[in-house]
C-alpha cells in the first residue's frame, strides 16, 4: 500500500521559514505529478506548487517568489520550501501524488503550519 508521510510543519514566525517534507514508499515516484495543497478549516483544499511528470512547475500567485517545489527521485521525496511566510500560510499542508494514466490520488495525513508572531 502507498503511503506518504509528511513531516516539516510547525510554528513560526512572520518572515520565517520552513521546509516541508514527503516521503513515498511503495511507489515509482517518477510516473506521478507531484504537488502541495493546503487547507483551512472550513474552506476547500488549494493547490500551493505542482512539478507535473515533465518537470513543468506550477505555483499559484500566493506561492510565487516564496515558495519552492523540489523532488528527490533517489530519496522518492518531495519538499516545499516556504520562505518569508505569513500569518496568511496558516493552514494544513498536504502533499498529493497523481498518475495521470490511472487518475489515481494519493495524499499525505497533513501537517499544521502556523505563522503568527
Known amino acids: 500500500q502507498v503511503q506518504l508521510v509528511e513531516s516539516g510543519g510547525g510554528l513560526v514566525r512572520p518572515g520565517g521559514s520552513l521546509r516541508l517534507s514527503c516521503a513515498a514508499s511503495?511507489?515509482?515516484?517518477?510516473?506521478?505529478?507531484m504537488g502541495w495543497y493546503r487547507q483551512d478549516p472550513g474552506k476547500q483544499r488549494d493547490l500551493v506548487a505542482r512539478i507535473t511528470t515533465g518537470g513543468t512547475i506550477y505555483y499559484a500567485d500566493s506561492a510565487k517568489g516564496r515558495f519552492t517545489i523540489s523532488e528527490d527521485n533517489a530519496k522518492n521525496t518531495v519538499y516545499l520550501q516556504m520562505n518569508s511566510l505569513e500569518p496568511e500560510d496558516t493552514a494544513v499542508y498536504y502533499c498529493n501524488l497523481y498518475h495521470q494514466a490511472t487518475m489515481t490520488d494519493y495524499w499525505g495525513q497533513g501537517t499544521q503550519v502556523t505563522v503568527s508572531s
Open positions: 511503495r511507489i515509482t515516484f517518477s510516473f506521478y505529478a
